[in-house]
DNA sequence: TGCCAGGCGGGGT
DNA sequence: ACCCCGCATGGC
């Protein structure tokens, strides 16, 4: 499929601070961002999707390509959500720049804003996560994209690719799932799929779906769910902490296990689970063992040489 | 080469 | 309210 321009324009970066080659370069594949140009689907109905790169004095150029007419209106607002463009992390920052763990990567990823992703990209994300490492879970997203999604064709961009929705996912058997290498998240990533079909889900950014209700879904827990709402909506309330994080916690601030997700919360507050994303980014997404080293010998900030959330772009 | 990893639900106490 | 187990797969 091929897609073409339908118009041009720039968005204006407000807070200073804002770092769009982080928001475009962290968690992200090389199909979408390749070091210069971040390329986000926008619409899957009708298809829209943006180029968008710093073009200097804090000014991003944006190209929009669509099957049909969009109003423009209303896809810059949408760029601008899609981007954090309109968030305040100055509160944030002072807690940042205090902390024992964090501290230390504060200058490596300040200004980093979550690149919003719609409600099913993020609960794909989230199950693939369960009960696997970083590098395994995120190859399970890329085979995803990579087996059952579609390539689109930019005027003058070359190939991205969509994931697959879950009008697709539905029409596969679990069998066909399997061969991306999900394991027992096949079954899981259906019944999820299901949900959007049946309307129960949307990918509306406006109808934001609480954790009490995501967690109704056969294989999203809370973790799943928290963490979708961080990577959809900016919602930090909730944390995500996982078995990882809580060993984490434990060994830096000598809190057990139980009481770790309290004690995150009394922390980091409000951005608690802002604080939960970053803190995978600063140790790189390293297994438990060798992110307990990597706090031992002080490298609590992102290394360039090994795949990791900040890298993970050059490798897949 | 066997563990076992950014979960989860079910079944035990 | 807890604890414990199985679960697909791949990295180490």
Redesign the pocket.
């Known amino acids: 499929m091929k897609l073409f321009r339908v118009f041009r324009d720039h968005l204006k970066i407000i807070y200073e601070d804002y770092k769009f080659d982080l928001v475009a370069s962290v968690y992200n594949f090389s199909w979408y961002f390749d070091g210069d140009i971040l390329k986000l689907v926008i619409n899957y109905e009708p298809l829209t999707i943006a180029t968008i790169r710093e073009v200097g004095n804090d000014v991003l150029s944006v190209e929009v390509y669509s099957r049909s007419r969009v109003s423009k209106d209303l896809i810059m607002d949408l760029i601008n959500y899609l981007l954090g463009l309109y968030e305040d992390l100055n509160d944030f920052y002072q807690l940042w720049k205090m902390d024992k763990l964090l501290s230390k990567s504060f200058n490596f990823l300040k200004g980093y804003r979550v690149r919003a992703s719609p409600l099913w990209n993020s609960l794909l994300i989230?199950v693939c996560?369960?009960?696997?490492?970083?590098?395994?879970?995120w190859?399970m997203v890329a085979n995803l994209h990579t087996i059952f999604g579609k390539r689109i064709n930019l005027e003058n961009y070359g190939d991205i690719i969509i994931p697959p929705g879950p009008k697709d996912i539905i029409n596969m058997n679990i069998k066909e799932l399997?061969s991306a290498?999900?394991?027992?998240?096949a079954?899981i990533i259906m019944n999820i799929a299901e949900a959007f079909v049946n309307d129960i889900l949307s990918n509306d950014f406006s109808n934001i779906h609480k954790i009490s209700d995501l967690?109704k879904?056969?294989?999203?827990?809370?973790?799943?769910?928290r963490l979708a709402q961080v990577l959809t909506y900016r919602i930090y309330d909730d944390p995500?902490v996982?078995?990882?994080?809580k060993r984490i916690i434990n060994f830096v601030y000598d809190v057990p296990d139980?009481e770790a997700e309290a004690f995150w919360r009394r922390k980091w507050g409000r951005w608690s689970g802002l604080a939960s994303l970053i803190t995978?980014i600063a140790?790189d997404?390293?297994?438990?063992?060798k992110?307990i080293k990597r706090i031992k010998s002080g490298k609590i900030y992102p290394l360039k040489n090994i795949m990791s959330?900040m890298t993970l772009w050059r490798y897949i």
């Open positions: 989230g996560q369960q009960n696997a490492s970083f590098k395994q879970g190859k399997e290498r999900v394991g027992y998240r079954k967690v879904l056969e294989g999203v827990g809370h973790y799943t769910a995500p996982d078995r990882w994080l139980k995978t140790l997404a390293e297994v438990i063992s992110a959330p």
